[in-house]
């Protein structure tokens, strides 16, 4: 996993490098007392978002919080699950919406909460469902809510740049208007190039999670056909019910509306046609070169989730631990 986090690393630098060069670019050509307004403005904006979607995302997906005596097995592995990953068991609670998945969220380990929704546990064994409350007790471990919410900051204040600088001038009294709208110009480029980079770091950090997922002792087998049931699961839902996630969808384990593209390819991998994917199958995959076509790579690009078919060759790569 070390190039996962060397990407990372790359990434976060490329980042705040990005920032840097703007903030000096403003700085050196213009004034900048409305330019620190609306990076002050854009930082507490984030901060309240960050402080309040805890609460944004138990209403969205109606969430109850359950008791050990309601669900004791569920109860039970999440304890297991986080006793091994060395942090507060985090609150259990079950979302009731249609699509059957899974996600973590909190503003901090002693706030994290993990939660499943109503089908999930319909067609997943023990053993699946382990590994998939096994990915999001990593994402919590991982610190993964902070960090993505830290790096979606740098995008929006390049959209505030940009919106300052091409339509206001950026607040200079010196009459700079053409560096004013180079300035915009640039910022608008690199809101751009930075949407795409914090996509790019989501899905790293599902990869992290599904490594962490296996560290923790679960199967790369039972996470791989976890992953292959939600999908087909996913596929088969109406339209209608995607529509009502379509805002949180980064917070599941799959991206459900990339489904219907995704099973055509996973299919593929059960050769036996059992509806599951087995640990002979998954060493099958590890043999196999993924070519991905242009759609699919272009799709993965605009994505929170990684291509599954890749994905799931990841999972092939890990030893059982």
Known sequence: MWYLKL?????????????YAIVSMVGYS????????????????????????????????????ITAGE????????????????????????????????????????????????????????DELKAVLGHEMSHLKNRDVFTITLLSVIPVILYRIAWQFLFFGGGSRRGRSGNAALVGLVALIFYFIT????????????????????????????LASALYKLVYSSARLPKESLKEVEGLKAFFLN??????????????????????????????????????????????????????LKRIRQLSSYPSV
Request: charged share 20%; aromatic share 10%.
């Open 7 to 19: 990407r990372m690393y790359l990434l976060l630098t490329a980042l705040f490098a990005i920032v």
């Open 30 to 65: 213009l004034g900048v007392a409305n330019f620190y307004f609306y990076l002050i403005a854009s930082l507490v904006m984030m901060f309240i978002q960050y402080m309040i979607s805890p609460k944004i995302v138990e209403w969205s997906m109606r969430i109850k919080y």
């Open 71 to 126: 669900n004791p097995k569920l109860h039970q592995m999440v304890e297991e699950l986080s006793r091994k990953a060395g942090i507060p068991q985090p609150r259990i609670g079950i979302a009731k919406i249609n699509i059957p998945n899974a996600f973590a969220f909190g503003r901090t380990l002693s706030d994290g909460r993990i939660c499943v929704t109503e089908g999930i546990t319909k067609f997943l064994s023990d």
């Open 195 to 222: 949407n795409l980079l914090v996509l790019y770091a989501s899905r790293i950090r599902e990869y992290f999670a599904d490594r962490g997922s296996v560290l923790l002792g679960n199967h790369p087998e039972f």
């Open 255 to 308: 991206d459900p509306s990339q489904a219907l593209n995704e099973i055509k390819e996973l299919k593929e991998l059960d050769l036996d046609k059992s509806g599951t994917i087995d640990a002979n199958e998954l060493v099958a995959l590890r043999n196999k070169k993924v070519n991905l076509g242009f759609g699919d790579r272009l799709l993965e690009l605009l994505s929170t989730h990684p291509n599954m």
